[in-house]
């Protein structure tokens, strides 16, 4: 069993930085594909962007963050990050971090296997 805490969220204004961690409780979560999506009040879970435990770490995105959000991970720290730049208010949402065994990456909540609690980010106008 793999457990996630994100931490890192906030209130912040619109155009600043944020960076998201998610500490998993062990470092087999070397071997899973990682993930960090948001929901805002109303809306469904979205992707936001995943990291492979392979080739280097090969990045995700949803074309909404692209080029301002990057997603990367510490092995060794069983960390993964998500750095968050040039924020708008459409960003608002709890964040969550999550895991899935096997080499795929997949964009839908319900193919992910562990998830965190969730970080509130918000960003005011």
């Known amino acids: 069993q793999l457990q996630l805490v994100e931490s890192g969220g906030g209130l912040v204004q619109a155009g600043n930085s944020l960076r998201l961690s998610c500490a998993a409780s062990s470092r087999t979560s070397g071997n899973y594909v990682m993930g960090w999506f948001r929901q805002a009040p109303g809306k469904e879970r979205q992707f936001v962007a995943a990291?492979?435990?392979?080739?280097?770490?090969?990045?995700y995105y949803t074309d909404s963050v692209k080029g301002r959000f990057t997603i990367s991970r510490d092995n060794a720290k069983s960390t993964v990050y998500l750095e968050m730049n040039s924020l708008e208010p459409e960003d608002t949402a709890v964040y969550y971090c999550a895991a899935r065994g096997g080499m795929q990456v997949l964009t839908t909540a319900s193919e992910y296997d562990y998830w965190g609690r969730g970080t509130q980010v918000t960003v005011s106008s």
């Open positions: 990291i492979t435990s392979w080739n280097g770490g090969r990045t």
